[in-house]
Every structure is written in C-alpha cells, then in structure tokens.
C-alpha cells in the first residue's frame, strides 16, 4: 500500500511536466525530417570542394559572421550555416554544392526554428545548465517511479499472458486500472532505458569530469601573442584536410576560430561509427598552419567510460536503431503520454467515486 501511495502522488505532482517532455520529445524524434520537407530544391550529393569553396566567400567577408556548419539531414547532403550580419543571428541552408535553400532569421519561429525551440524547451527548458540540471533530477524521479510501478504490476508466475491481455471491465475503475496495468507492462522496461540515458545525458558534462573521459582537445594558448588569432588556412582546407584523415566520412559540423581557440573543429561521420545523426569522430585543425593538432576517432574510443557516453544521445533519441530505433522512441513518448492520462483519469474517477453518497 506504501508503494501505491508514493506511486501515485509523485505521478501527480510531475504528471504536467513529463507529459511535457514525452510531448516536446515525440514532436522533435524526426525534426531534421519534417524541417527539410519544407526547403525546396533538389537533393544533391555532398561535394566537398563546391562546399568548401562556399565557406571561403562567406568567411573573406567582413559581414556575415560564420560561426559553424551543420548537417540539416541524415544523409549529410545539406547543411546549415549558422552566421550572424548586423548582430542578428541567421542560419542559411545550403545543398551539398553550397547553393542557397533557404536563408531565416534566428528570433522567429518560422522556417524550422520552431523545432529548435522544442529542442531547447526538451533538453533544458530553454534554461541552459540550470534546466538541464532540474529536467535531470525531474528524470531521477521519473525513473523512480516506472520501477515502483512496474513493482506493483509485475505478474505472478504464469500470469503474464493474462496480465497483457485488453482488459475486459466495463466499469469506470477497473477498465482504467487494466489499460493502465496492461500498457504498463508492455513498454515500461525500454522506457527506462529510455529514461536512464535521458538522465545521464542531463548530467553529461559532471560524469565526463568524474570519470575522466573528456575528449581529446587542443590545448588553450597560453600566451596573449597566441591568443592572436591568426587564420592563414582557408575553411576549404581545412575541411579537405579533416575528410582526408578518414577516408569515407561524412561531414557532420564545422566550427570555426576563436581568438582563444584559433583551430578548426571538425565533426564527422566516420565509416563503421555508430548510427547517429551527427558523429562523435572530431579533427581539431590548427587555422595557423593548417596541420592537425588532435582528432578523435568514434570507432576506437580506448576508455569504457567514453564509449558509454557517446552511446547515451542515440540511444535516448533512438538513432542507435536508425529510423526502425527512432520509431520505437516515438512510440515510447506517446506511451507515456498515454500512461499518464490513464494515471491522472484513474486518480480522478477514484476520487469521484469515494464523494458519491452511498445509496441506503
């Protein structure tokens, strides 16, 4: 009965919030898709030296201001070029030669920015590490409560099939308690894999400290002369350069200099790297003399801790399965959404029933 209780009040206080995340969650699991099937134009194959030469134009002028480049697609042949002119933020879709789809401002919820936003409202509330941190204790509880109520319905033995059959009540309570017990049971245990990673990812930047598994960077001048920025190399060659190290990958992003990080940022998609939208594999190229100062390589991460880490995006977005994984997710969140109707309508019709005067 103690379970019950805990069960049931902590799903109440939190139902408005997880509901909100299952739905921001379900909304954004195709994004790249739903966004792209509004740019017109032409699928074309990913050229590196048109790319290249595209970047270049952008970053010899004086205004737009490149900041970086990234797939808009699972097939990496279009990407966005985030910029700013005039101090407004912009993003500008371009094909894989580097031709002009379509050019939108940051501040409007137009042209896809919509997605971003859920995105952000998803991952932090739009709160930055402080939302991160609160969606991740939301998440603990979250967790929490799919074990104590997979507890309450766990089956005794050679009850299974009965317990996941459609419930056949006609009343008001148990027709809702078997549809809360059946759907329960049938997604509960990936929902917490699901869950599990969502929580870890929240808190991703404290484990990557705790357990020493930051990836391998550059390191920071140390002197104001190399605070300088001094970028000799052009954006093409360092895109060549980073392709070149491994042959087959796909472009994934593209950072450019800093003053207090005067080097490339390459992130690719390396043949035989675990499926996701954008890879983990990253080459750091110096903007001075166009040599590669560190990389990354997905496939061969040494340390078991930075393998886990770099499975937890895929595997709570569920791109570790491709679109049959992402499928799953999606029904994952719609699921939840579902348990906490039921959860809430149970809750009420209880409620209800208690008030009603007995009949004499």
């Not at 939190?14 to 017109?40: H, S």
């Not at 920025?229 to 950072?255: H, M």
């Not at 880490?309 to 799953?328: E, F, K, S």
Request: proline letters at 5%; aromatic letters at 8%.
């Amino acid at each position: 009965m103690q379970i019950k209780i805990i069960h049931r009040y902590i799903s109440l206080i939190f139902a408005a919030l997880w509901a909100f995340q299952a739905l921001t969650g379900c909304l954004i699991v195709f994004r790249w898709e739903l966004d792209d099937a509004g740019v017109p134009g032409k699928h074309v194959t990913f050229d590196r030296h048109a790319l290249g030469v595209r970047l270049d134009a952008l970053v010899s002028e004086p205004d737009p201001q490149v900041s970086s480049v990234w797939a808009a697609t699972g097939r990496a042949d279009r990407f966005d070029i985030f910029y700013s002119r005039a101090k407004q933020d912009r993003t500008l879709r371009v094909d894989g030669h580097g031709n002009t789809l379509r050019d939108r401002d940051n501040a409007t919820l137009s042209d896809g920015n919509i997605y971003d936003r859920l995105s952000g409202l998803h991952m932090a509330l739009m709160l930055g590490d402080a939302g991160r941190a609160f969606l991740g204790l939301s998440g603990l509880l979250l967790l929490s409560n799919l074990a104590l109520g997979l507890k309450l319905a766990w089956p005794r033995a050679g009850q299974w099939l009965k317990a996941l059959r459609a419930p056949k009540g006609k009343t008001a309570m148990p027709f809702l308690y078997g549809w809360h017990r059946t759907l329960g049971l049938s997604l509960c245990v990936p929902a917490i894999f699901t869950v599990t990673a969502g929580v870890l990812l929240a808190f991703d930047d404290s484990l990557t400290d705790l357990l020493k598994a930051d990836l391998p960077q550059p390191q920071t001048p140390k002197t104001a002369s190399e605070h300088r920025l001094v970028q000799a190399i052009a954006p093409s060659q360092a895109l060549n350069t980073a392709l070149d190290t491994y042959p087959g990958a796909t472009l994934s992003g593209f950072s450019t200099p800093k003053d207090d990080a005067p080097w490339y940022r390459v992130r690719l998609r390396a043949a035989g790297e675990m499926p996701r939208i954008w890879g983990m594999t990253t080459v750091y190229i110096s903007a001075r003399n166009g040599h590669v100062l560190t990389a990354y390589d997905a496939r061969q991460a040494h340390k078991p801790a930075r393998k886990m880490l770099d499975t937890l995006y895929p595997l709570h977005t569920g791109q570790i399965g491709g679109v049959a994984g992402r499928i799953v997710q999606l029904l994952i969140g719609l699921w939840l959404i579902a348990m906490i109707g039921l959860g809430v309508s149970l809750w009420w019709t209880r409620k209800r029933l208690m008030k009603k005067p007995i009949a004499r």
